[in-house]
């Protein structure tokens, strides 16, 4: 019995030591495997052309991507099929990352400000933290993975083919989508909603439905990320050349004709090198897939947009547009912290409360169990952080000063818990964006003029309402083993632990409006800037010029869903099969 016992032991050591080597040498070995799956990305200092070459031969194009991101990936690699296409990204690899691959260090790359981050931050003129990706995969690789679909009547609106929507869905959901183990935290904020009648409660479903659901991930059952990047393995090889590292300056356009027309782009590669690619014939087409930051800022850069802020900004107006940049909107947050007396595994976004009155209640989960991501330098949410760009804003450095010593002051123990999230759907406040400067690499400025509109603040308010009583639920206080606590001392504990720059009033805790306008936060669904009927016709090709298009967010003027990233990811499949159909017809096969 005893040497049973023995080799059992063995086994159990020999296990864990597999364990181990296995999970430590995983980044490595999927980097060594991308190469053998995704040879046709490359480094954009491989691009051979430069500046100087008048020989365009080896450097055309059916189809150019600009961004390899949510929409991107899906659109370069459906449109391969077919085509020969070139998708330029201006980041990196998102394969061997551990810090985008790994749930557990979720926070690391959104709190990493160096120039090789997988996140590149910036903030709104209203004081308002945010990020935008800056990785092969795009908003994918930094995101909380949850995975929804918009509701129908989104789809009806934005005028798509239903059949060929949920196609593009399932195309999605099969490569890279999971079904989540669901967390004890998740389980007691569904029993929380439903006690408060956000009901019923429709189990596991990817469909956006009114009541209390669990959704999909992009997260495995391992904790890995799946991001837009292995999207690209459905790619045919042979059409598809990927450059990461590769930073498009403007596009660039042939304005010999009556209408302008896009020629090709202008790009530089890791190491400083100009590069130009061109289209191939009449029927190709530059594509933007940047994004809402992105998108709006290229077509600026290339001459489309307001001809009084090019102008000011010494850029040549290719095409005069005042809409371009208009109309920017992000979906206020607000989050209710709820403590714990124990530390509470790490969860994110699994649960989501779809309610009639406009609001989304989701919620996360051990965060800060990470010394690292709490009392260290961790980036733009930490006190040490340089907020000089802000500074430039409507901010004053005494808000500055404030939010560092409120950020100091918060203590680890308050971490142990999670925060209950509360988010207003459509909201009807917008803003705009404009350049600061021509150089890309730099954030343009973004105004979304959060709360502005009465009934967006009225959503939050009753929002809050629904998030603290779910605080001091039973099913809450059990679960964190904590006592039943007031309004006020949650919402005091909720505005400490508040990371915006927002200056702070002392009836943060007695008026829910003021709570809510100090305190809003961004869950980076940002859209707009390059809306239908003003930027883009409904096939998202862009007003009066030739041969250039837009898909991604930038388009829409509702975030799609409690969270977006389904319906981008499913808009560059639909986009691309559209493409391929509208122009081969019954010959694409698809």
């Known amino acids: 019995m005893a040497s049973v016992c023995a080799l059992l032991n063995q086994l159990f050591l020999f296990l864990l030591l597999w364990l181990y080597t296995l999970s430590s040498s995983q980044a490595a070995h999927h980097q060594y495997n991308s190469e053998f799956r995704y040879p046709f990305i490359k480094k954009a200092s491989s691009f051979s052309s430069s500046l100087s070459s008048s020989d365009r031969g080896d450097h055309t194009y059916d189809y150019i991507v600009v961004g390899g991101g949510t929409a991107g990936c899906p659109l370069a690699a459906t449109l391969s099929q077919k085509f020969n296409v070139l998708l330029l990204e201006r980041g990196g690899m998102p394969f061997g990352n551990a810090n985008i691959s790994l749930l557990q260090n979720f926070h690391i790359t959104l709190t990493d ?76 904020v569904r029993d929380s909603l439903l006690d408060l009648g956000v009901a019923p409660f429709n189990g596991f479903t990817y469909d956006h439905i009114y009541g209390t659901k669990f959704g999909g991930t992009i997260f495995d059952r391992f904790g890995r990320r799946h991001t837009a990047a292995e999207l690209l393995a459905s790619a045919d090889p042979h059409k598809l050349t990927v450059l990461v590292h590769a930073t498009v300056q403007k596009v660039l356009f042939d304005t010999s004709g009556k209408r302008p027309k896009a020629a090709g782009v202008l790009f530089k590669d890791e190491n400083g090198n100009q590069h130009q690619a ?70 994110l976004i699994q649960t989501v409360g779809i309610t009639k009155m406009g609001v989304y209640i989701e919620a996360s989960s051990g965060f800060g169990q990470s010394k690292d991501s709490i009392q260290c330098h961790h980036g733009i949410l930490s006190a040490e952080g340089n907020y000089q760009p802000y500074l430039q804003s409507k901010r004053t450095p005494e808000a500055i000063q404030a939010y560092i010593r409120r950020k100091k002051d918060i203590p680890h123990e308050a971490f142990r818990g999670g925060f209950i999230l509360e988010k207003i759907s459509n909201p009807i406040s917008t803003g705009k964006l404009k350049l600061i400067n021509t150089n890309v690499e730099d954030n343009p400025s973004v105004t979304f003029n959060y709360f502005k509109h009465p009934h967006d603040l009225q959503r939050c ?84 010029v030739d041969r250039l298009r837009i898909v991604d967010g930038s388009v829409f003027d509702e975030s799609p869903g409690t969270n977006p990233q389904a319906t981008i990811l499913m808009m560059g499949r639909y986009m691309g099969l559209k493409i391929l159909r509208d122009r081969l017809g019954k010959a694409a096969g698809v």
């Open 278 to 347: 061109f289209l191939s014939n009449s029927l190709s087409e530059v594509i933007l897939s940047c994004g809402a930051i992105g998108t709006p800022q290229m077509l600026l850069l290339s001459g489309v947009g307001p001809k009084a802020e090019l102008e000011e900004m010494k850029i040549s107006v290719v095409l005069n547009n005042k809409f371009v940049g208009q109309g920017m909107a992000d979906n206020p947050l607000n989050t209710v912290f709820v403590p714990s007396t124990k530390p509470v595994k790490q969860s």
């Open 113 to 188: 400000t160096s120039s090789t981050s997988a996140s590149q931050y910036f903030i709104s003129t209203d004081g308002v933290l945010n990020s935008r990706a800056r990785v092969l995969g795009g908003g994918t690789c930094i995101n909380a993975g949850f995975y929804t679909r918009a509701s129908t009547r989104f789809i009806n609106k934005v005028g798509w083919d239903l059949k060929l929507v949920n196609k593009s869905y399932s195309w999605v959901e099969k490569q890279i989508v999971h079904r989540p183990k669901v967390a004890p935290w998740q389980v007691v």
């Open 461 to 544: 308010v009753d929002g809050i309402r629904m998030a603290t009583k779910m605080v001091q639920s039973e099913h809450f206080t059990n679960f964190t083993q904590c006592d039943k606590q007031t309004t006020d001392k949650i919402l005091n504990m909720s505005v400490s632990a508040n990371v915006n720059l927002i200056p702070k009033h002392t009836n943060d805790t007695k008026s829910l409006e003021q709570f809510c306008k100090d305190t809003v936060l961004s869950i980076w669904h940002y859209h707009g800037g390059c809306h239908v009927g003003k930027v883009v016709d409904r096939e998202h090709k862009v007003l009066a």
